[in-house]
């Protein structure tokens, strides 16, 4: 990750279901460019890049599709069984990703606000790259309760996420700036007014 940046880094993060990707997307409309690192994760393993030809040498044709797209299922399931898997794993992407969101921040306006929305900041401890963190904040039980909505997923599942995730007491201790996205969504617009306003004011 870049540093020594003219640009005032900012990150935004937040745990399932937190409502983070309504923000991210509501700063859009306000005119920030938002860096989707979910999104760059998956470009980087499309066809015919040498992601994904990195993963398929470190974990073979078994994590590739008929048409030679990447199996997320098939590797999901390899990377679970293997002790260093994830670590391996995460070792080819990060590095690709974290370069393709420093190529598309430098593409940027001068004056725009760029928000790095990064769903496992501090997971992979990269808030330390970061001059703003940004956190969703929501009540773990109102958290199971929209995933199970919006996801039809199980709350075991869905706690079992949560678990696996840090905890919200350590992202709002890391948290430069909290949007608490409980209550009703059409009172979420004015919330990410005054956030705008914050991180524009400087």
């Known amino acids: 990750m870049r540093r020594g940046s003219p640009r005032r880094r900012i990150a935004l993060t ?3 279901a937190t409502g983070k990707s309504t923000v991210a997307s509501l700063l859009a409309g ?3 460019l938002v860096i989707d690192y979910d999104q760059l994760s998956r470009e980087v393993v499309a066809p015919g890049t040498t992601g994904l030809a990195r993963v398929a040498e470190r974990f073979g044709s078994r994590v590739l599709s008929a048409d030679g797209s990447l199996d997320r299922a098939a590797l999901a399931r390899v990377v679970f069984a ?3 898997g994830r670590r391996d794993l995460e070792r080819i992407i990060h590095p690709l990703v974290i370069a ?3 190529e598309l921040e430098d593409a940027a306006g001068a004056q725009q606000l ?4 990064v769903p496992l900041l501090l997971e992979a401890g990269m808030d330390a790259d970061f001059d ?3 956190v969703t904040d929501l009540d773990p039980e109102d958290q199971v309760r929209r995933a199970v909505d919006r996801d039809g997923a199980r709350a075991e599942a869905v706690r079992a ?3 696996a995730q ?10 430069d700036l909290v949007v608490d996205t409980s209550g009703p969504l059409d009172a979420l617009p004015a919330k990410v007014d005054a956030l705008w306003a914050r991180l524009t004011a400087a």
């Open 132 to 134: 703003v963190v940004v």
């Open 30 to 32: 306000h005119g920030a």
């Open 82 to 84: 293997d002790p260093h």
């Open 114 to 117: 760029v928000i790095h929305d």
């Open 14 to 16: 937040g745990g399932i």
């Open 100 to 102: 393709r969101a420093d």
């Open 166 to 175: 840090v905890g919200r007491a350590r992202r709002l201790e890391r948290a």
């Open 161 to 163: 996420r949560m678990a």
